[in-house]
């Protein structure tokens, strides 16, 4: 089930879902990350191990989902983006999801086409609701959050932190799905 998306400059992206067999394209999409953007998605300096980019990949699909964006750069795939969402283990039906985009990739449309399409994966899959951090200080994390619907709320815990909640059962996929189309 992959789709392909169009950018306003003509660049064809396709969205699929992520494979064991992408590791590599997850490793050096994640190198490939200025600090800024890795900081904003880990929210710490860290950076994921192997370990951690393998079950990025090699997913658990009774329990999480993930997306990615990639397009053809000198004869072979890039990843661009990702979007996932994991299930809250003990209710099913809530899970949270993030999403990065490489630098280049950010402020263009895909943002929103890719989570549009992971909102319809989730809702298909039965997640009844969306839950997601950010830092606050990240405008264009908000910014999509606020187009796509989501509350946003400062975290109780920390002023640094928003929390971003979007309840799957009222939300308009067809609404939404004019949202970051192909052009």
Known sequence: MSEMWTAADG????????????LALEREFVEGL????????????RHPSLEELRRFTDIDREREFALIATMPVEGRERQIGVARYVRDESTRSDAEFAIVLSDHWQGRGLGTRLLVSLLVAAKR???????????????????????????LALDSGSATITNLVLDLDVWRSAEASGIGASK
């Open 34 to 45: 200025s600090a800024p953007t890795g900081y904003q998605r880990l929210m710490s300096a």
């Open 11 to 22: 660049t064809v992206i396709t969205i699929r879902p992520i494979r064991a067999a992408d």
């Open 125 to 151: 899959d039965g997640v009844r609701r969306l839950i997601g951090t950010t830092m606050s200080e990240n405008r264009g994390m908000l910014a999509l959050g606020r187009k796509l619907g989501f509350r």
